[in-house]
């Protein structure tokens, strides 16, 4: 999910992978160095960073079973 941050009148690519188990949600953040001009921008790049991430990590960004984590 896309969670853009304000940073000096722009926004800072950032969001929030999930997943859920049966012991609950497993959270994994991501903010990059990346800014826009746009909220609407940095949403749709935040989606396309957090896609790219679960494509190259898959099932290891939650292997540490941790509730919550940075990648």
């Known amino acids: ?12 690519l950032a969001g929030v ?14 903010l990059r160095a990346d800014v826009f001009s746009s909220k609407e921008e940095a949403d749709e790049f935040s ?4 896609k790219q991430i679960i494509d190259e990590q898959g099932e290891r960004l939650f292997a540490d079973g941790q ?3 940075r990648v």
């Open 47 to 50: 989606i396309r960073k957090g």
């Open 17 to 30: 992978i999930t997943k859920n188990t049966d012991d609950g949600t497993l959270e994994r953040n991501y």
């Open 1 to 12: 999910m896309p969670a853009p941050v304000p940073d000096d009148g722009q926004w800072r």
């Open 67 to 69: 509730i919550d984590g």
